[in-house]
């Protein structure tokens, strides 16, 4: 069992190492994002890695990448890591888990969608009949589809804190309302584009988080996109109301989290190779599903 849990890659500037991301700088213009396969829960790293989730993410992005092209402009710029780096080792290590990006000033909102109410979601509406302040129908089950997609905004946390949701005017006050209505359109559409195939593919595309960014002027789609790590997906066929559906993502090492006792403070328990390994079979299943092949 193999896993990149840290690059050190010769010829590059590290500017950051995030839970699962590490940033370098290429030149004035580019930054490489390589996708490693650390996983976290509840905002700390875990002790090992799941194999080959660092590619299965960036090929994931990738094609949706491509599938939205005609809708938005993203932060690829078709260059490769080997046209600024000539190390071998450092290029093995980069292998289907690096994408060279285009600079972009990412905006100081994170844009999620919600099709269906599960998660903070869930436990707000509980509380409240709303999501996120925004008032819905009482009477919903837990992961019932919502009337339409809702675009809730949230801040960007500090690394070690969480993101607090925001109505959609707190937005319109942090990055211009202009901004603020063009990134709700081109959520809601995406959302909408996104979980279209999902359907088609077997399964439900519940909520996920979208990122975009500022590049002379214009607005483009950044990071990661309709992956199991920034997304909820749902295979169709176990779906129903009233409960948690299993997904395909880090649900699954949550789960197991939860079960030993853990109190949730650093360090988290050392996961079992089983449990490695039915991870990383959800990942690759995500691919398949996603993408209609099978990852080889």
């Known amino acids: 069992m193999n896993g990149l ?4 890659i010769k010829g590059a500037k590290l500017l950051n190492r995030g839970k699962v991301r590490d940033i370098y700088e290429m030149d004035d213009k580019h930054l490489m994002l390589v996708v490693t396969d650390r996983i976290s829960a509840f905002d700390i790293i875990l002790d090992k890695p799941i194999p080959d989730k660092g590619a299965i993410l960036t090929q994931i992005s990738n094609f949706w990448f491509d599938r939205f092209s005609d809708v938005t402009p993203n932060h690829l710029s078709g260059a490769t890591p080997a046209d600024f ?3 071998a080792d450092s290029l093995a290590q980069l292998d289907r888990r690096a994408v060279v990006v285009k600079k972009a000033q990412p905006l100081a909102i994170e844009c999620s969608v919600r099709g269906y109410i599960a998660g903070s979601g869930w436990k707000e509406y509980q509380k409240q009949g709303t999501v996120c302040d925004i008032p819905l129908p009482p009477g919903l089950d837990q992961a019932q589809q ?3 997609p809702l675009f809730t905004p949230s801040t960007k946390a500090e690394q070690g804190f969480h993101d607090e ?3 959609p005017e707190r937005a319109a006050e942090i990055v211009g309302k202009e901004i603020a209505d063009r990134v709700a359109e081109l959520s809601i559409r995406l959302y909408s584009e996104g979980a279209r195939h999902a359907r088609e593919q077997g399964i439900i595309l519940a909520d996920t988080k979208f990122e975009f960014g500022m ?5 483009i789609l950044i990071d990661e996109v309709l992956t199991p790590d920034s997304s909820r997906f749902w295979p169709a066929d176990e779906y ?3 409960i948690s559906p299993p997904s395909f993502d880090k649900q699954f090492v949550r789960d197991w989290l939860e079960s030993t006792g853990w109190d949730k403070n650093p360090p988290a328990p050392a996961m079992p190779d089983e449990i490695v ?6 990942y690759r ?7 209609g092949t099978a990852w080889s």
């Open 5 to 8: 849990l840290e690059t050190q």
């Open 146 to 148: 919502l009337p339409e």
């Open 165 to 167: 949701n925001i109505s």
């Open 277 to 282: 390994e039915r991870t990383a079979d959800k």
């Open 85 to 87: 780096i000539d190390d």
């Open 285 to 291: 299943e995500a691919y398949r599903r996603i993408t």
């Open 240 to 242: 129903e109301t009233g």
């Open 215 to 219: 590049l002379d002027g214009e607005l």
